[in-house]
């Protein structure tokens, strides 16, 4: 008996030494551990500086290279530079960084970066004398010339990759040098790797307060289904087919077309519906975020997110998302409480007009997941969960009753968005024809978690959704006795990368404008091609605080 403990642990720990070897091996190639060990954002330590950047370039048919090097030296960059789509190839930058307290006299400090083939002394003008150290994938580094020396503004302290031809620097404080690297048999734009520094300590970044204007409104865009790909994307049913001779890259044209939104209407807020993302072609979600988020800073609107059952399933959970996304300059987007189901429940204040501390307007924004858990008994989509519910009610009652909302002199509004439509949304017979289209059937969830009547129990006056891309229409929904309770509105899908077709669909957005001079609501649509400058279908869909019929 003793003889067969002893062999059994034998062969148990042996076989236990085999996976761990394996799964090292195979983490060395191809970066298979969690998001929980492996941070794919990058690490930003303040204090720290950056004494030397290297590239480390693997292949599965020798063993004995690696992906990784030593540790108590190099940080790496948790990006596979190959975006894990090279079969035998593989690369990641390391960085070795330090605490300047900590410099030894061997150390010199990294203040500046370029890439490309060349020398930047004799490819670049106003180089002079300077000396610059070349690095595998076509880096060239310049690092202090003297022993100790540091500049904490302008040295590098924080290195990160980003990807494709179409690629954007969203953060402040971070520059992308202005060439790829240089990698053999790279997979064209939309594997593209770009360095990305920033210079100094991080950037403080300071929420925005939204406020009804000096005129009494307040206009929300809503941008659903942008479905962003690493690189430009290709289109999926264009219209019309042959529009700039046939050549359509999805993400600049989708991007172009809410920027001449954004420029023509000039909204107070915007508020990204879900799937910005598109996962299956988004295999760095961090660079498909900072193209759409890169609008809004630039322009300094304030934006929200909530996240559809697309945008996670990229390189990014949808913590990490958003996460990110509420770093990001004129981001209001929150994850909400952990005790609730799902991420990215949270509402947003939009103040009275002048100083005034008074709330004039609610929005709220919930997470719908994505797929159904129980696809036996509920086939489909997710529904809105019982403690989302229940953290809906109870937060709407605290506000009501906070002095914030108490003591507004005016009708207090609210409204609400969603990704994934509630189920109310099939009654066919709640469509108002003049405000849009139904071209494809509601893909709601099959289960009714009751969150409609929660929306009209706390005086919610609309939701608007997306997900389902040609349906832009808004219903209205009555009580038993027949008056009007809840507008439920479409956005329409926005982006190129998802599906579009259903006999000529052109992409399009939804806004709303708040007149809180008249407790209104207004809702309509833009177009990107054809009637580009008509507001389509526009319709009053409260009045006096009341919701009203078309």
């Known amino acids: 008996m003793t003889r067969r403990i002893v062999r059994t642990s034998i062969q148990l720990g042996i076989l236990t030494l085999i996976i761990l070897l394996l799964v090292f091996f195979l983490d060395n190639r191809f970066n298979v551990l969690p998001e929980a060990i492996h941070n794919a954002l990058p690490a930003h330590h303040p204090g720290l500086v950056i004494t030397d950047i290297t590239l480390a370039t693997c292949s599965t048919l020798n063993i004995l290279s690696s992906c990784k090097l030593d540790s108590a030296k190099w940080h790496r960059v948790e990006k596979d530079l190959y975006l894990s789509r090279g079969w035998l190839t593989h690369a990641f930058i390391h960085i070795e960084r330090k605490r300047e307290s900590e410099l030894t006299e061997k150390d010199r400090v990294i203040l500046d970066v370029r890439v490309g083939s060349l020398d930047p002394v004799t490819s670049e003008k106003n180089q002079g004398a300077e000396r610059w150290e070349s690095r595998a994938g076509g880096i060239w580094l310049k690092r202090t010339s003297k022993h100790r020396e540091s500049d904490s503004v302008k040295a590098i302290t924080a290195i990160d990759v980003l990807f494709g031809s179409d690629v954007v620097e969203a953060r402040p404080g971070w520059e992308l040098t202005s060439q790829a690297l240089i990698l053999p048999n790279a997979g064209g734009e939309n594997q593209e790797a770009f360095l990305s520094v920033r ?95 890169h609008l809004f800073i630039e322009r300094r609107i304030p934006f929200a997110t909530i996240f559809g059952n697309h945008d996670d399933e990229g390189s990014l959970s949808r913590e990490a998302l958003m996460q990110l996304t509420y770093s990001l ?10 005790s609730v189901d799902g991420i990215g429940n949270y509402y947003v204040e939009i103040l009275a007009r002048g100083t005034s501390s008074h709330s004039a307007l609610t929005l709220y924004l919930l997470d719908t997941h994505g797929y159904s858990p129980d696809e036996r008994q509920f086939r489909g989509y997710d529904w809105l969960k019982k403690n989302q519910i229940a953290w809906f009610k109870s937060t709407s009652q605290e506000l009501k009753n906070s002095p914030s909302h108490r003591d507004y002199t005016h009708h207090h509004m609210d409204m609400a ?85 259903y006999g000529g669909y052109h992409r399009r957005v939804r806004l709303f404008e708040f007149d809180m001079n008249e407790a209104r609501i207004v809702t309509w649509k833009r177009v990107e091609y054809g009637e580009t400058e008509k507001a389509l279908d526009k319709t009053i869909i409260v009045e006096s605080g009341r919701v009203v019929p078309a």
């Not at 950037?203 to 941008?223: H, M, N, S, W, Y």
């Not at 000039?266 to 990204?272: C, E, G, I, M, S």
Request: charged residues 20%; hydrophobic residues 35%.
């Open 329 to 338: 300059p004129y981001s209001l987007s929150e994850s909400g409480p952990t």
């Open 199 to 293: 210079r100094g300590p991080p950037i403080a970044i300071e929420k925005p307060t939204l406020r009804v204007r000096k005129d009494g409104k307040f206009k929300v865009l809503q941008v659903a289904d942008l479905h962003l790909s690493t690189g430009p994307g290709i289109c999926r049913d264009p219209e019309p087919p042959l529009h700039n001779g046939g050549k359509c890259d999805a993400d600049p044209r989708s991007l172009t077309f809410i920027t001449s939104v954004l420029d023509s209407e000039h909204p107070d807020l915007v508020v990204l519906s879900g799937d910005q993302v598109n996962g299956e072609t988004a295999a760095d979600a961090q660079s498909a975020v900072f193209k759409f988020a």
């Open 417 to 501: 968005f969603i990704h994934i439509p509630l189920p109310e949304y099939r009654n066919v017979g709640d469509i108002v024809a003049s405000t849009g289209n139904q071209p494809e059937n509601p893909t709601a969830p099959a289960f009714n978690s009751g969150f409609k009547d929660a929306l009209v129990e706390e005086g919610v006056l609309a939701v608007s959704c997306g997900h389902d891309h040609v349906n832009d229409y808004c219903a209205l929904s009555r009580n038993v006795e027949g008056k009007p309770e809840l507008w439920m509105c479409y956005a329409g899908g926005s982006g190129f990368g998802g599906y579009g077709g």
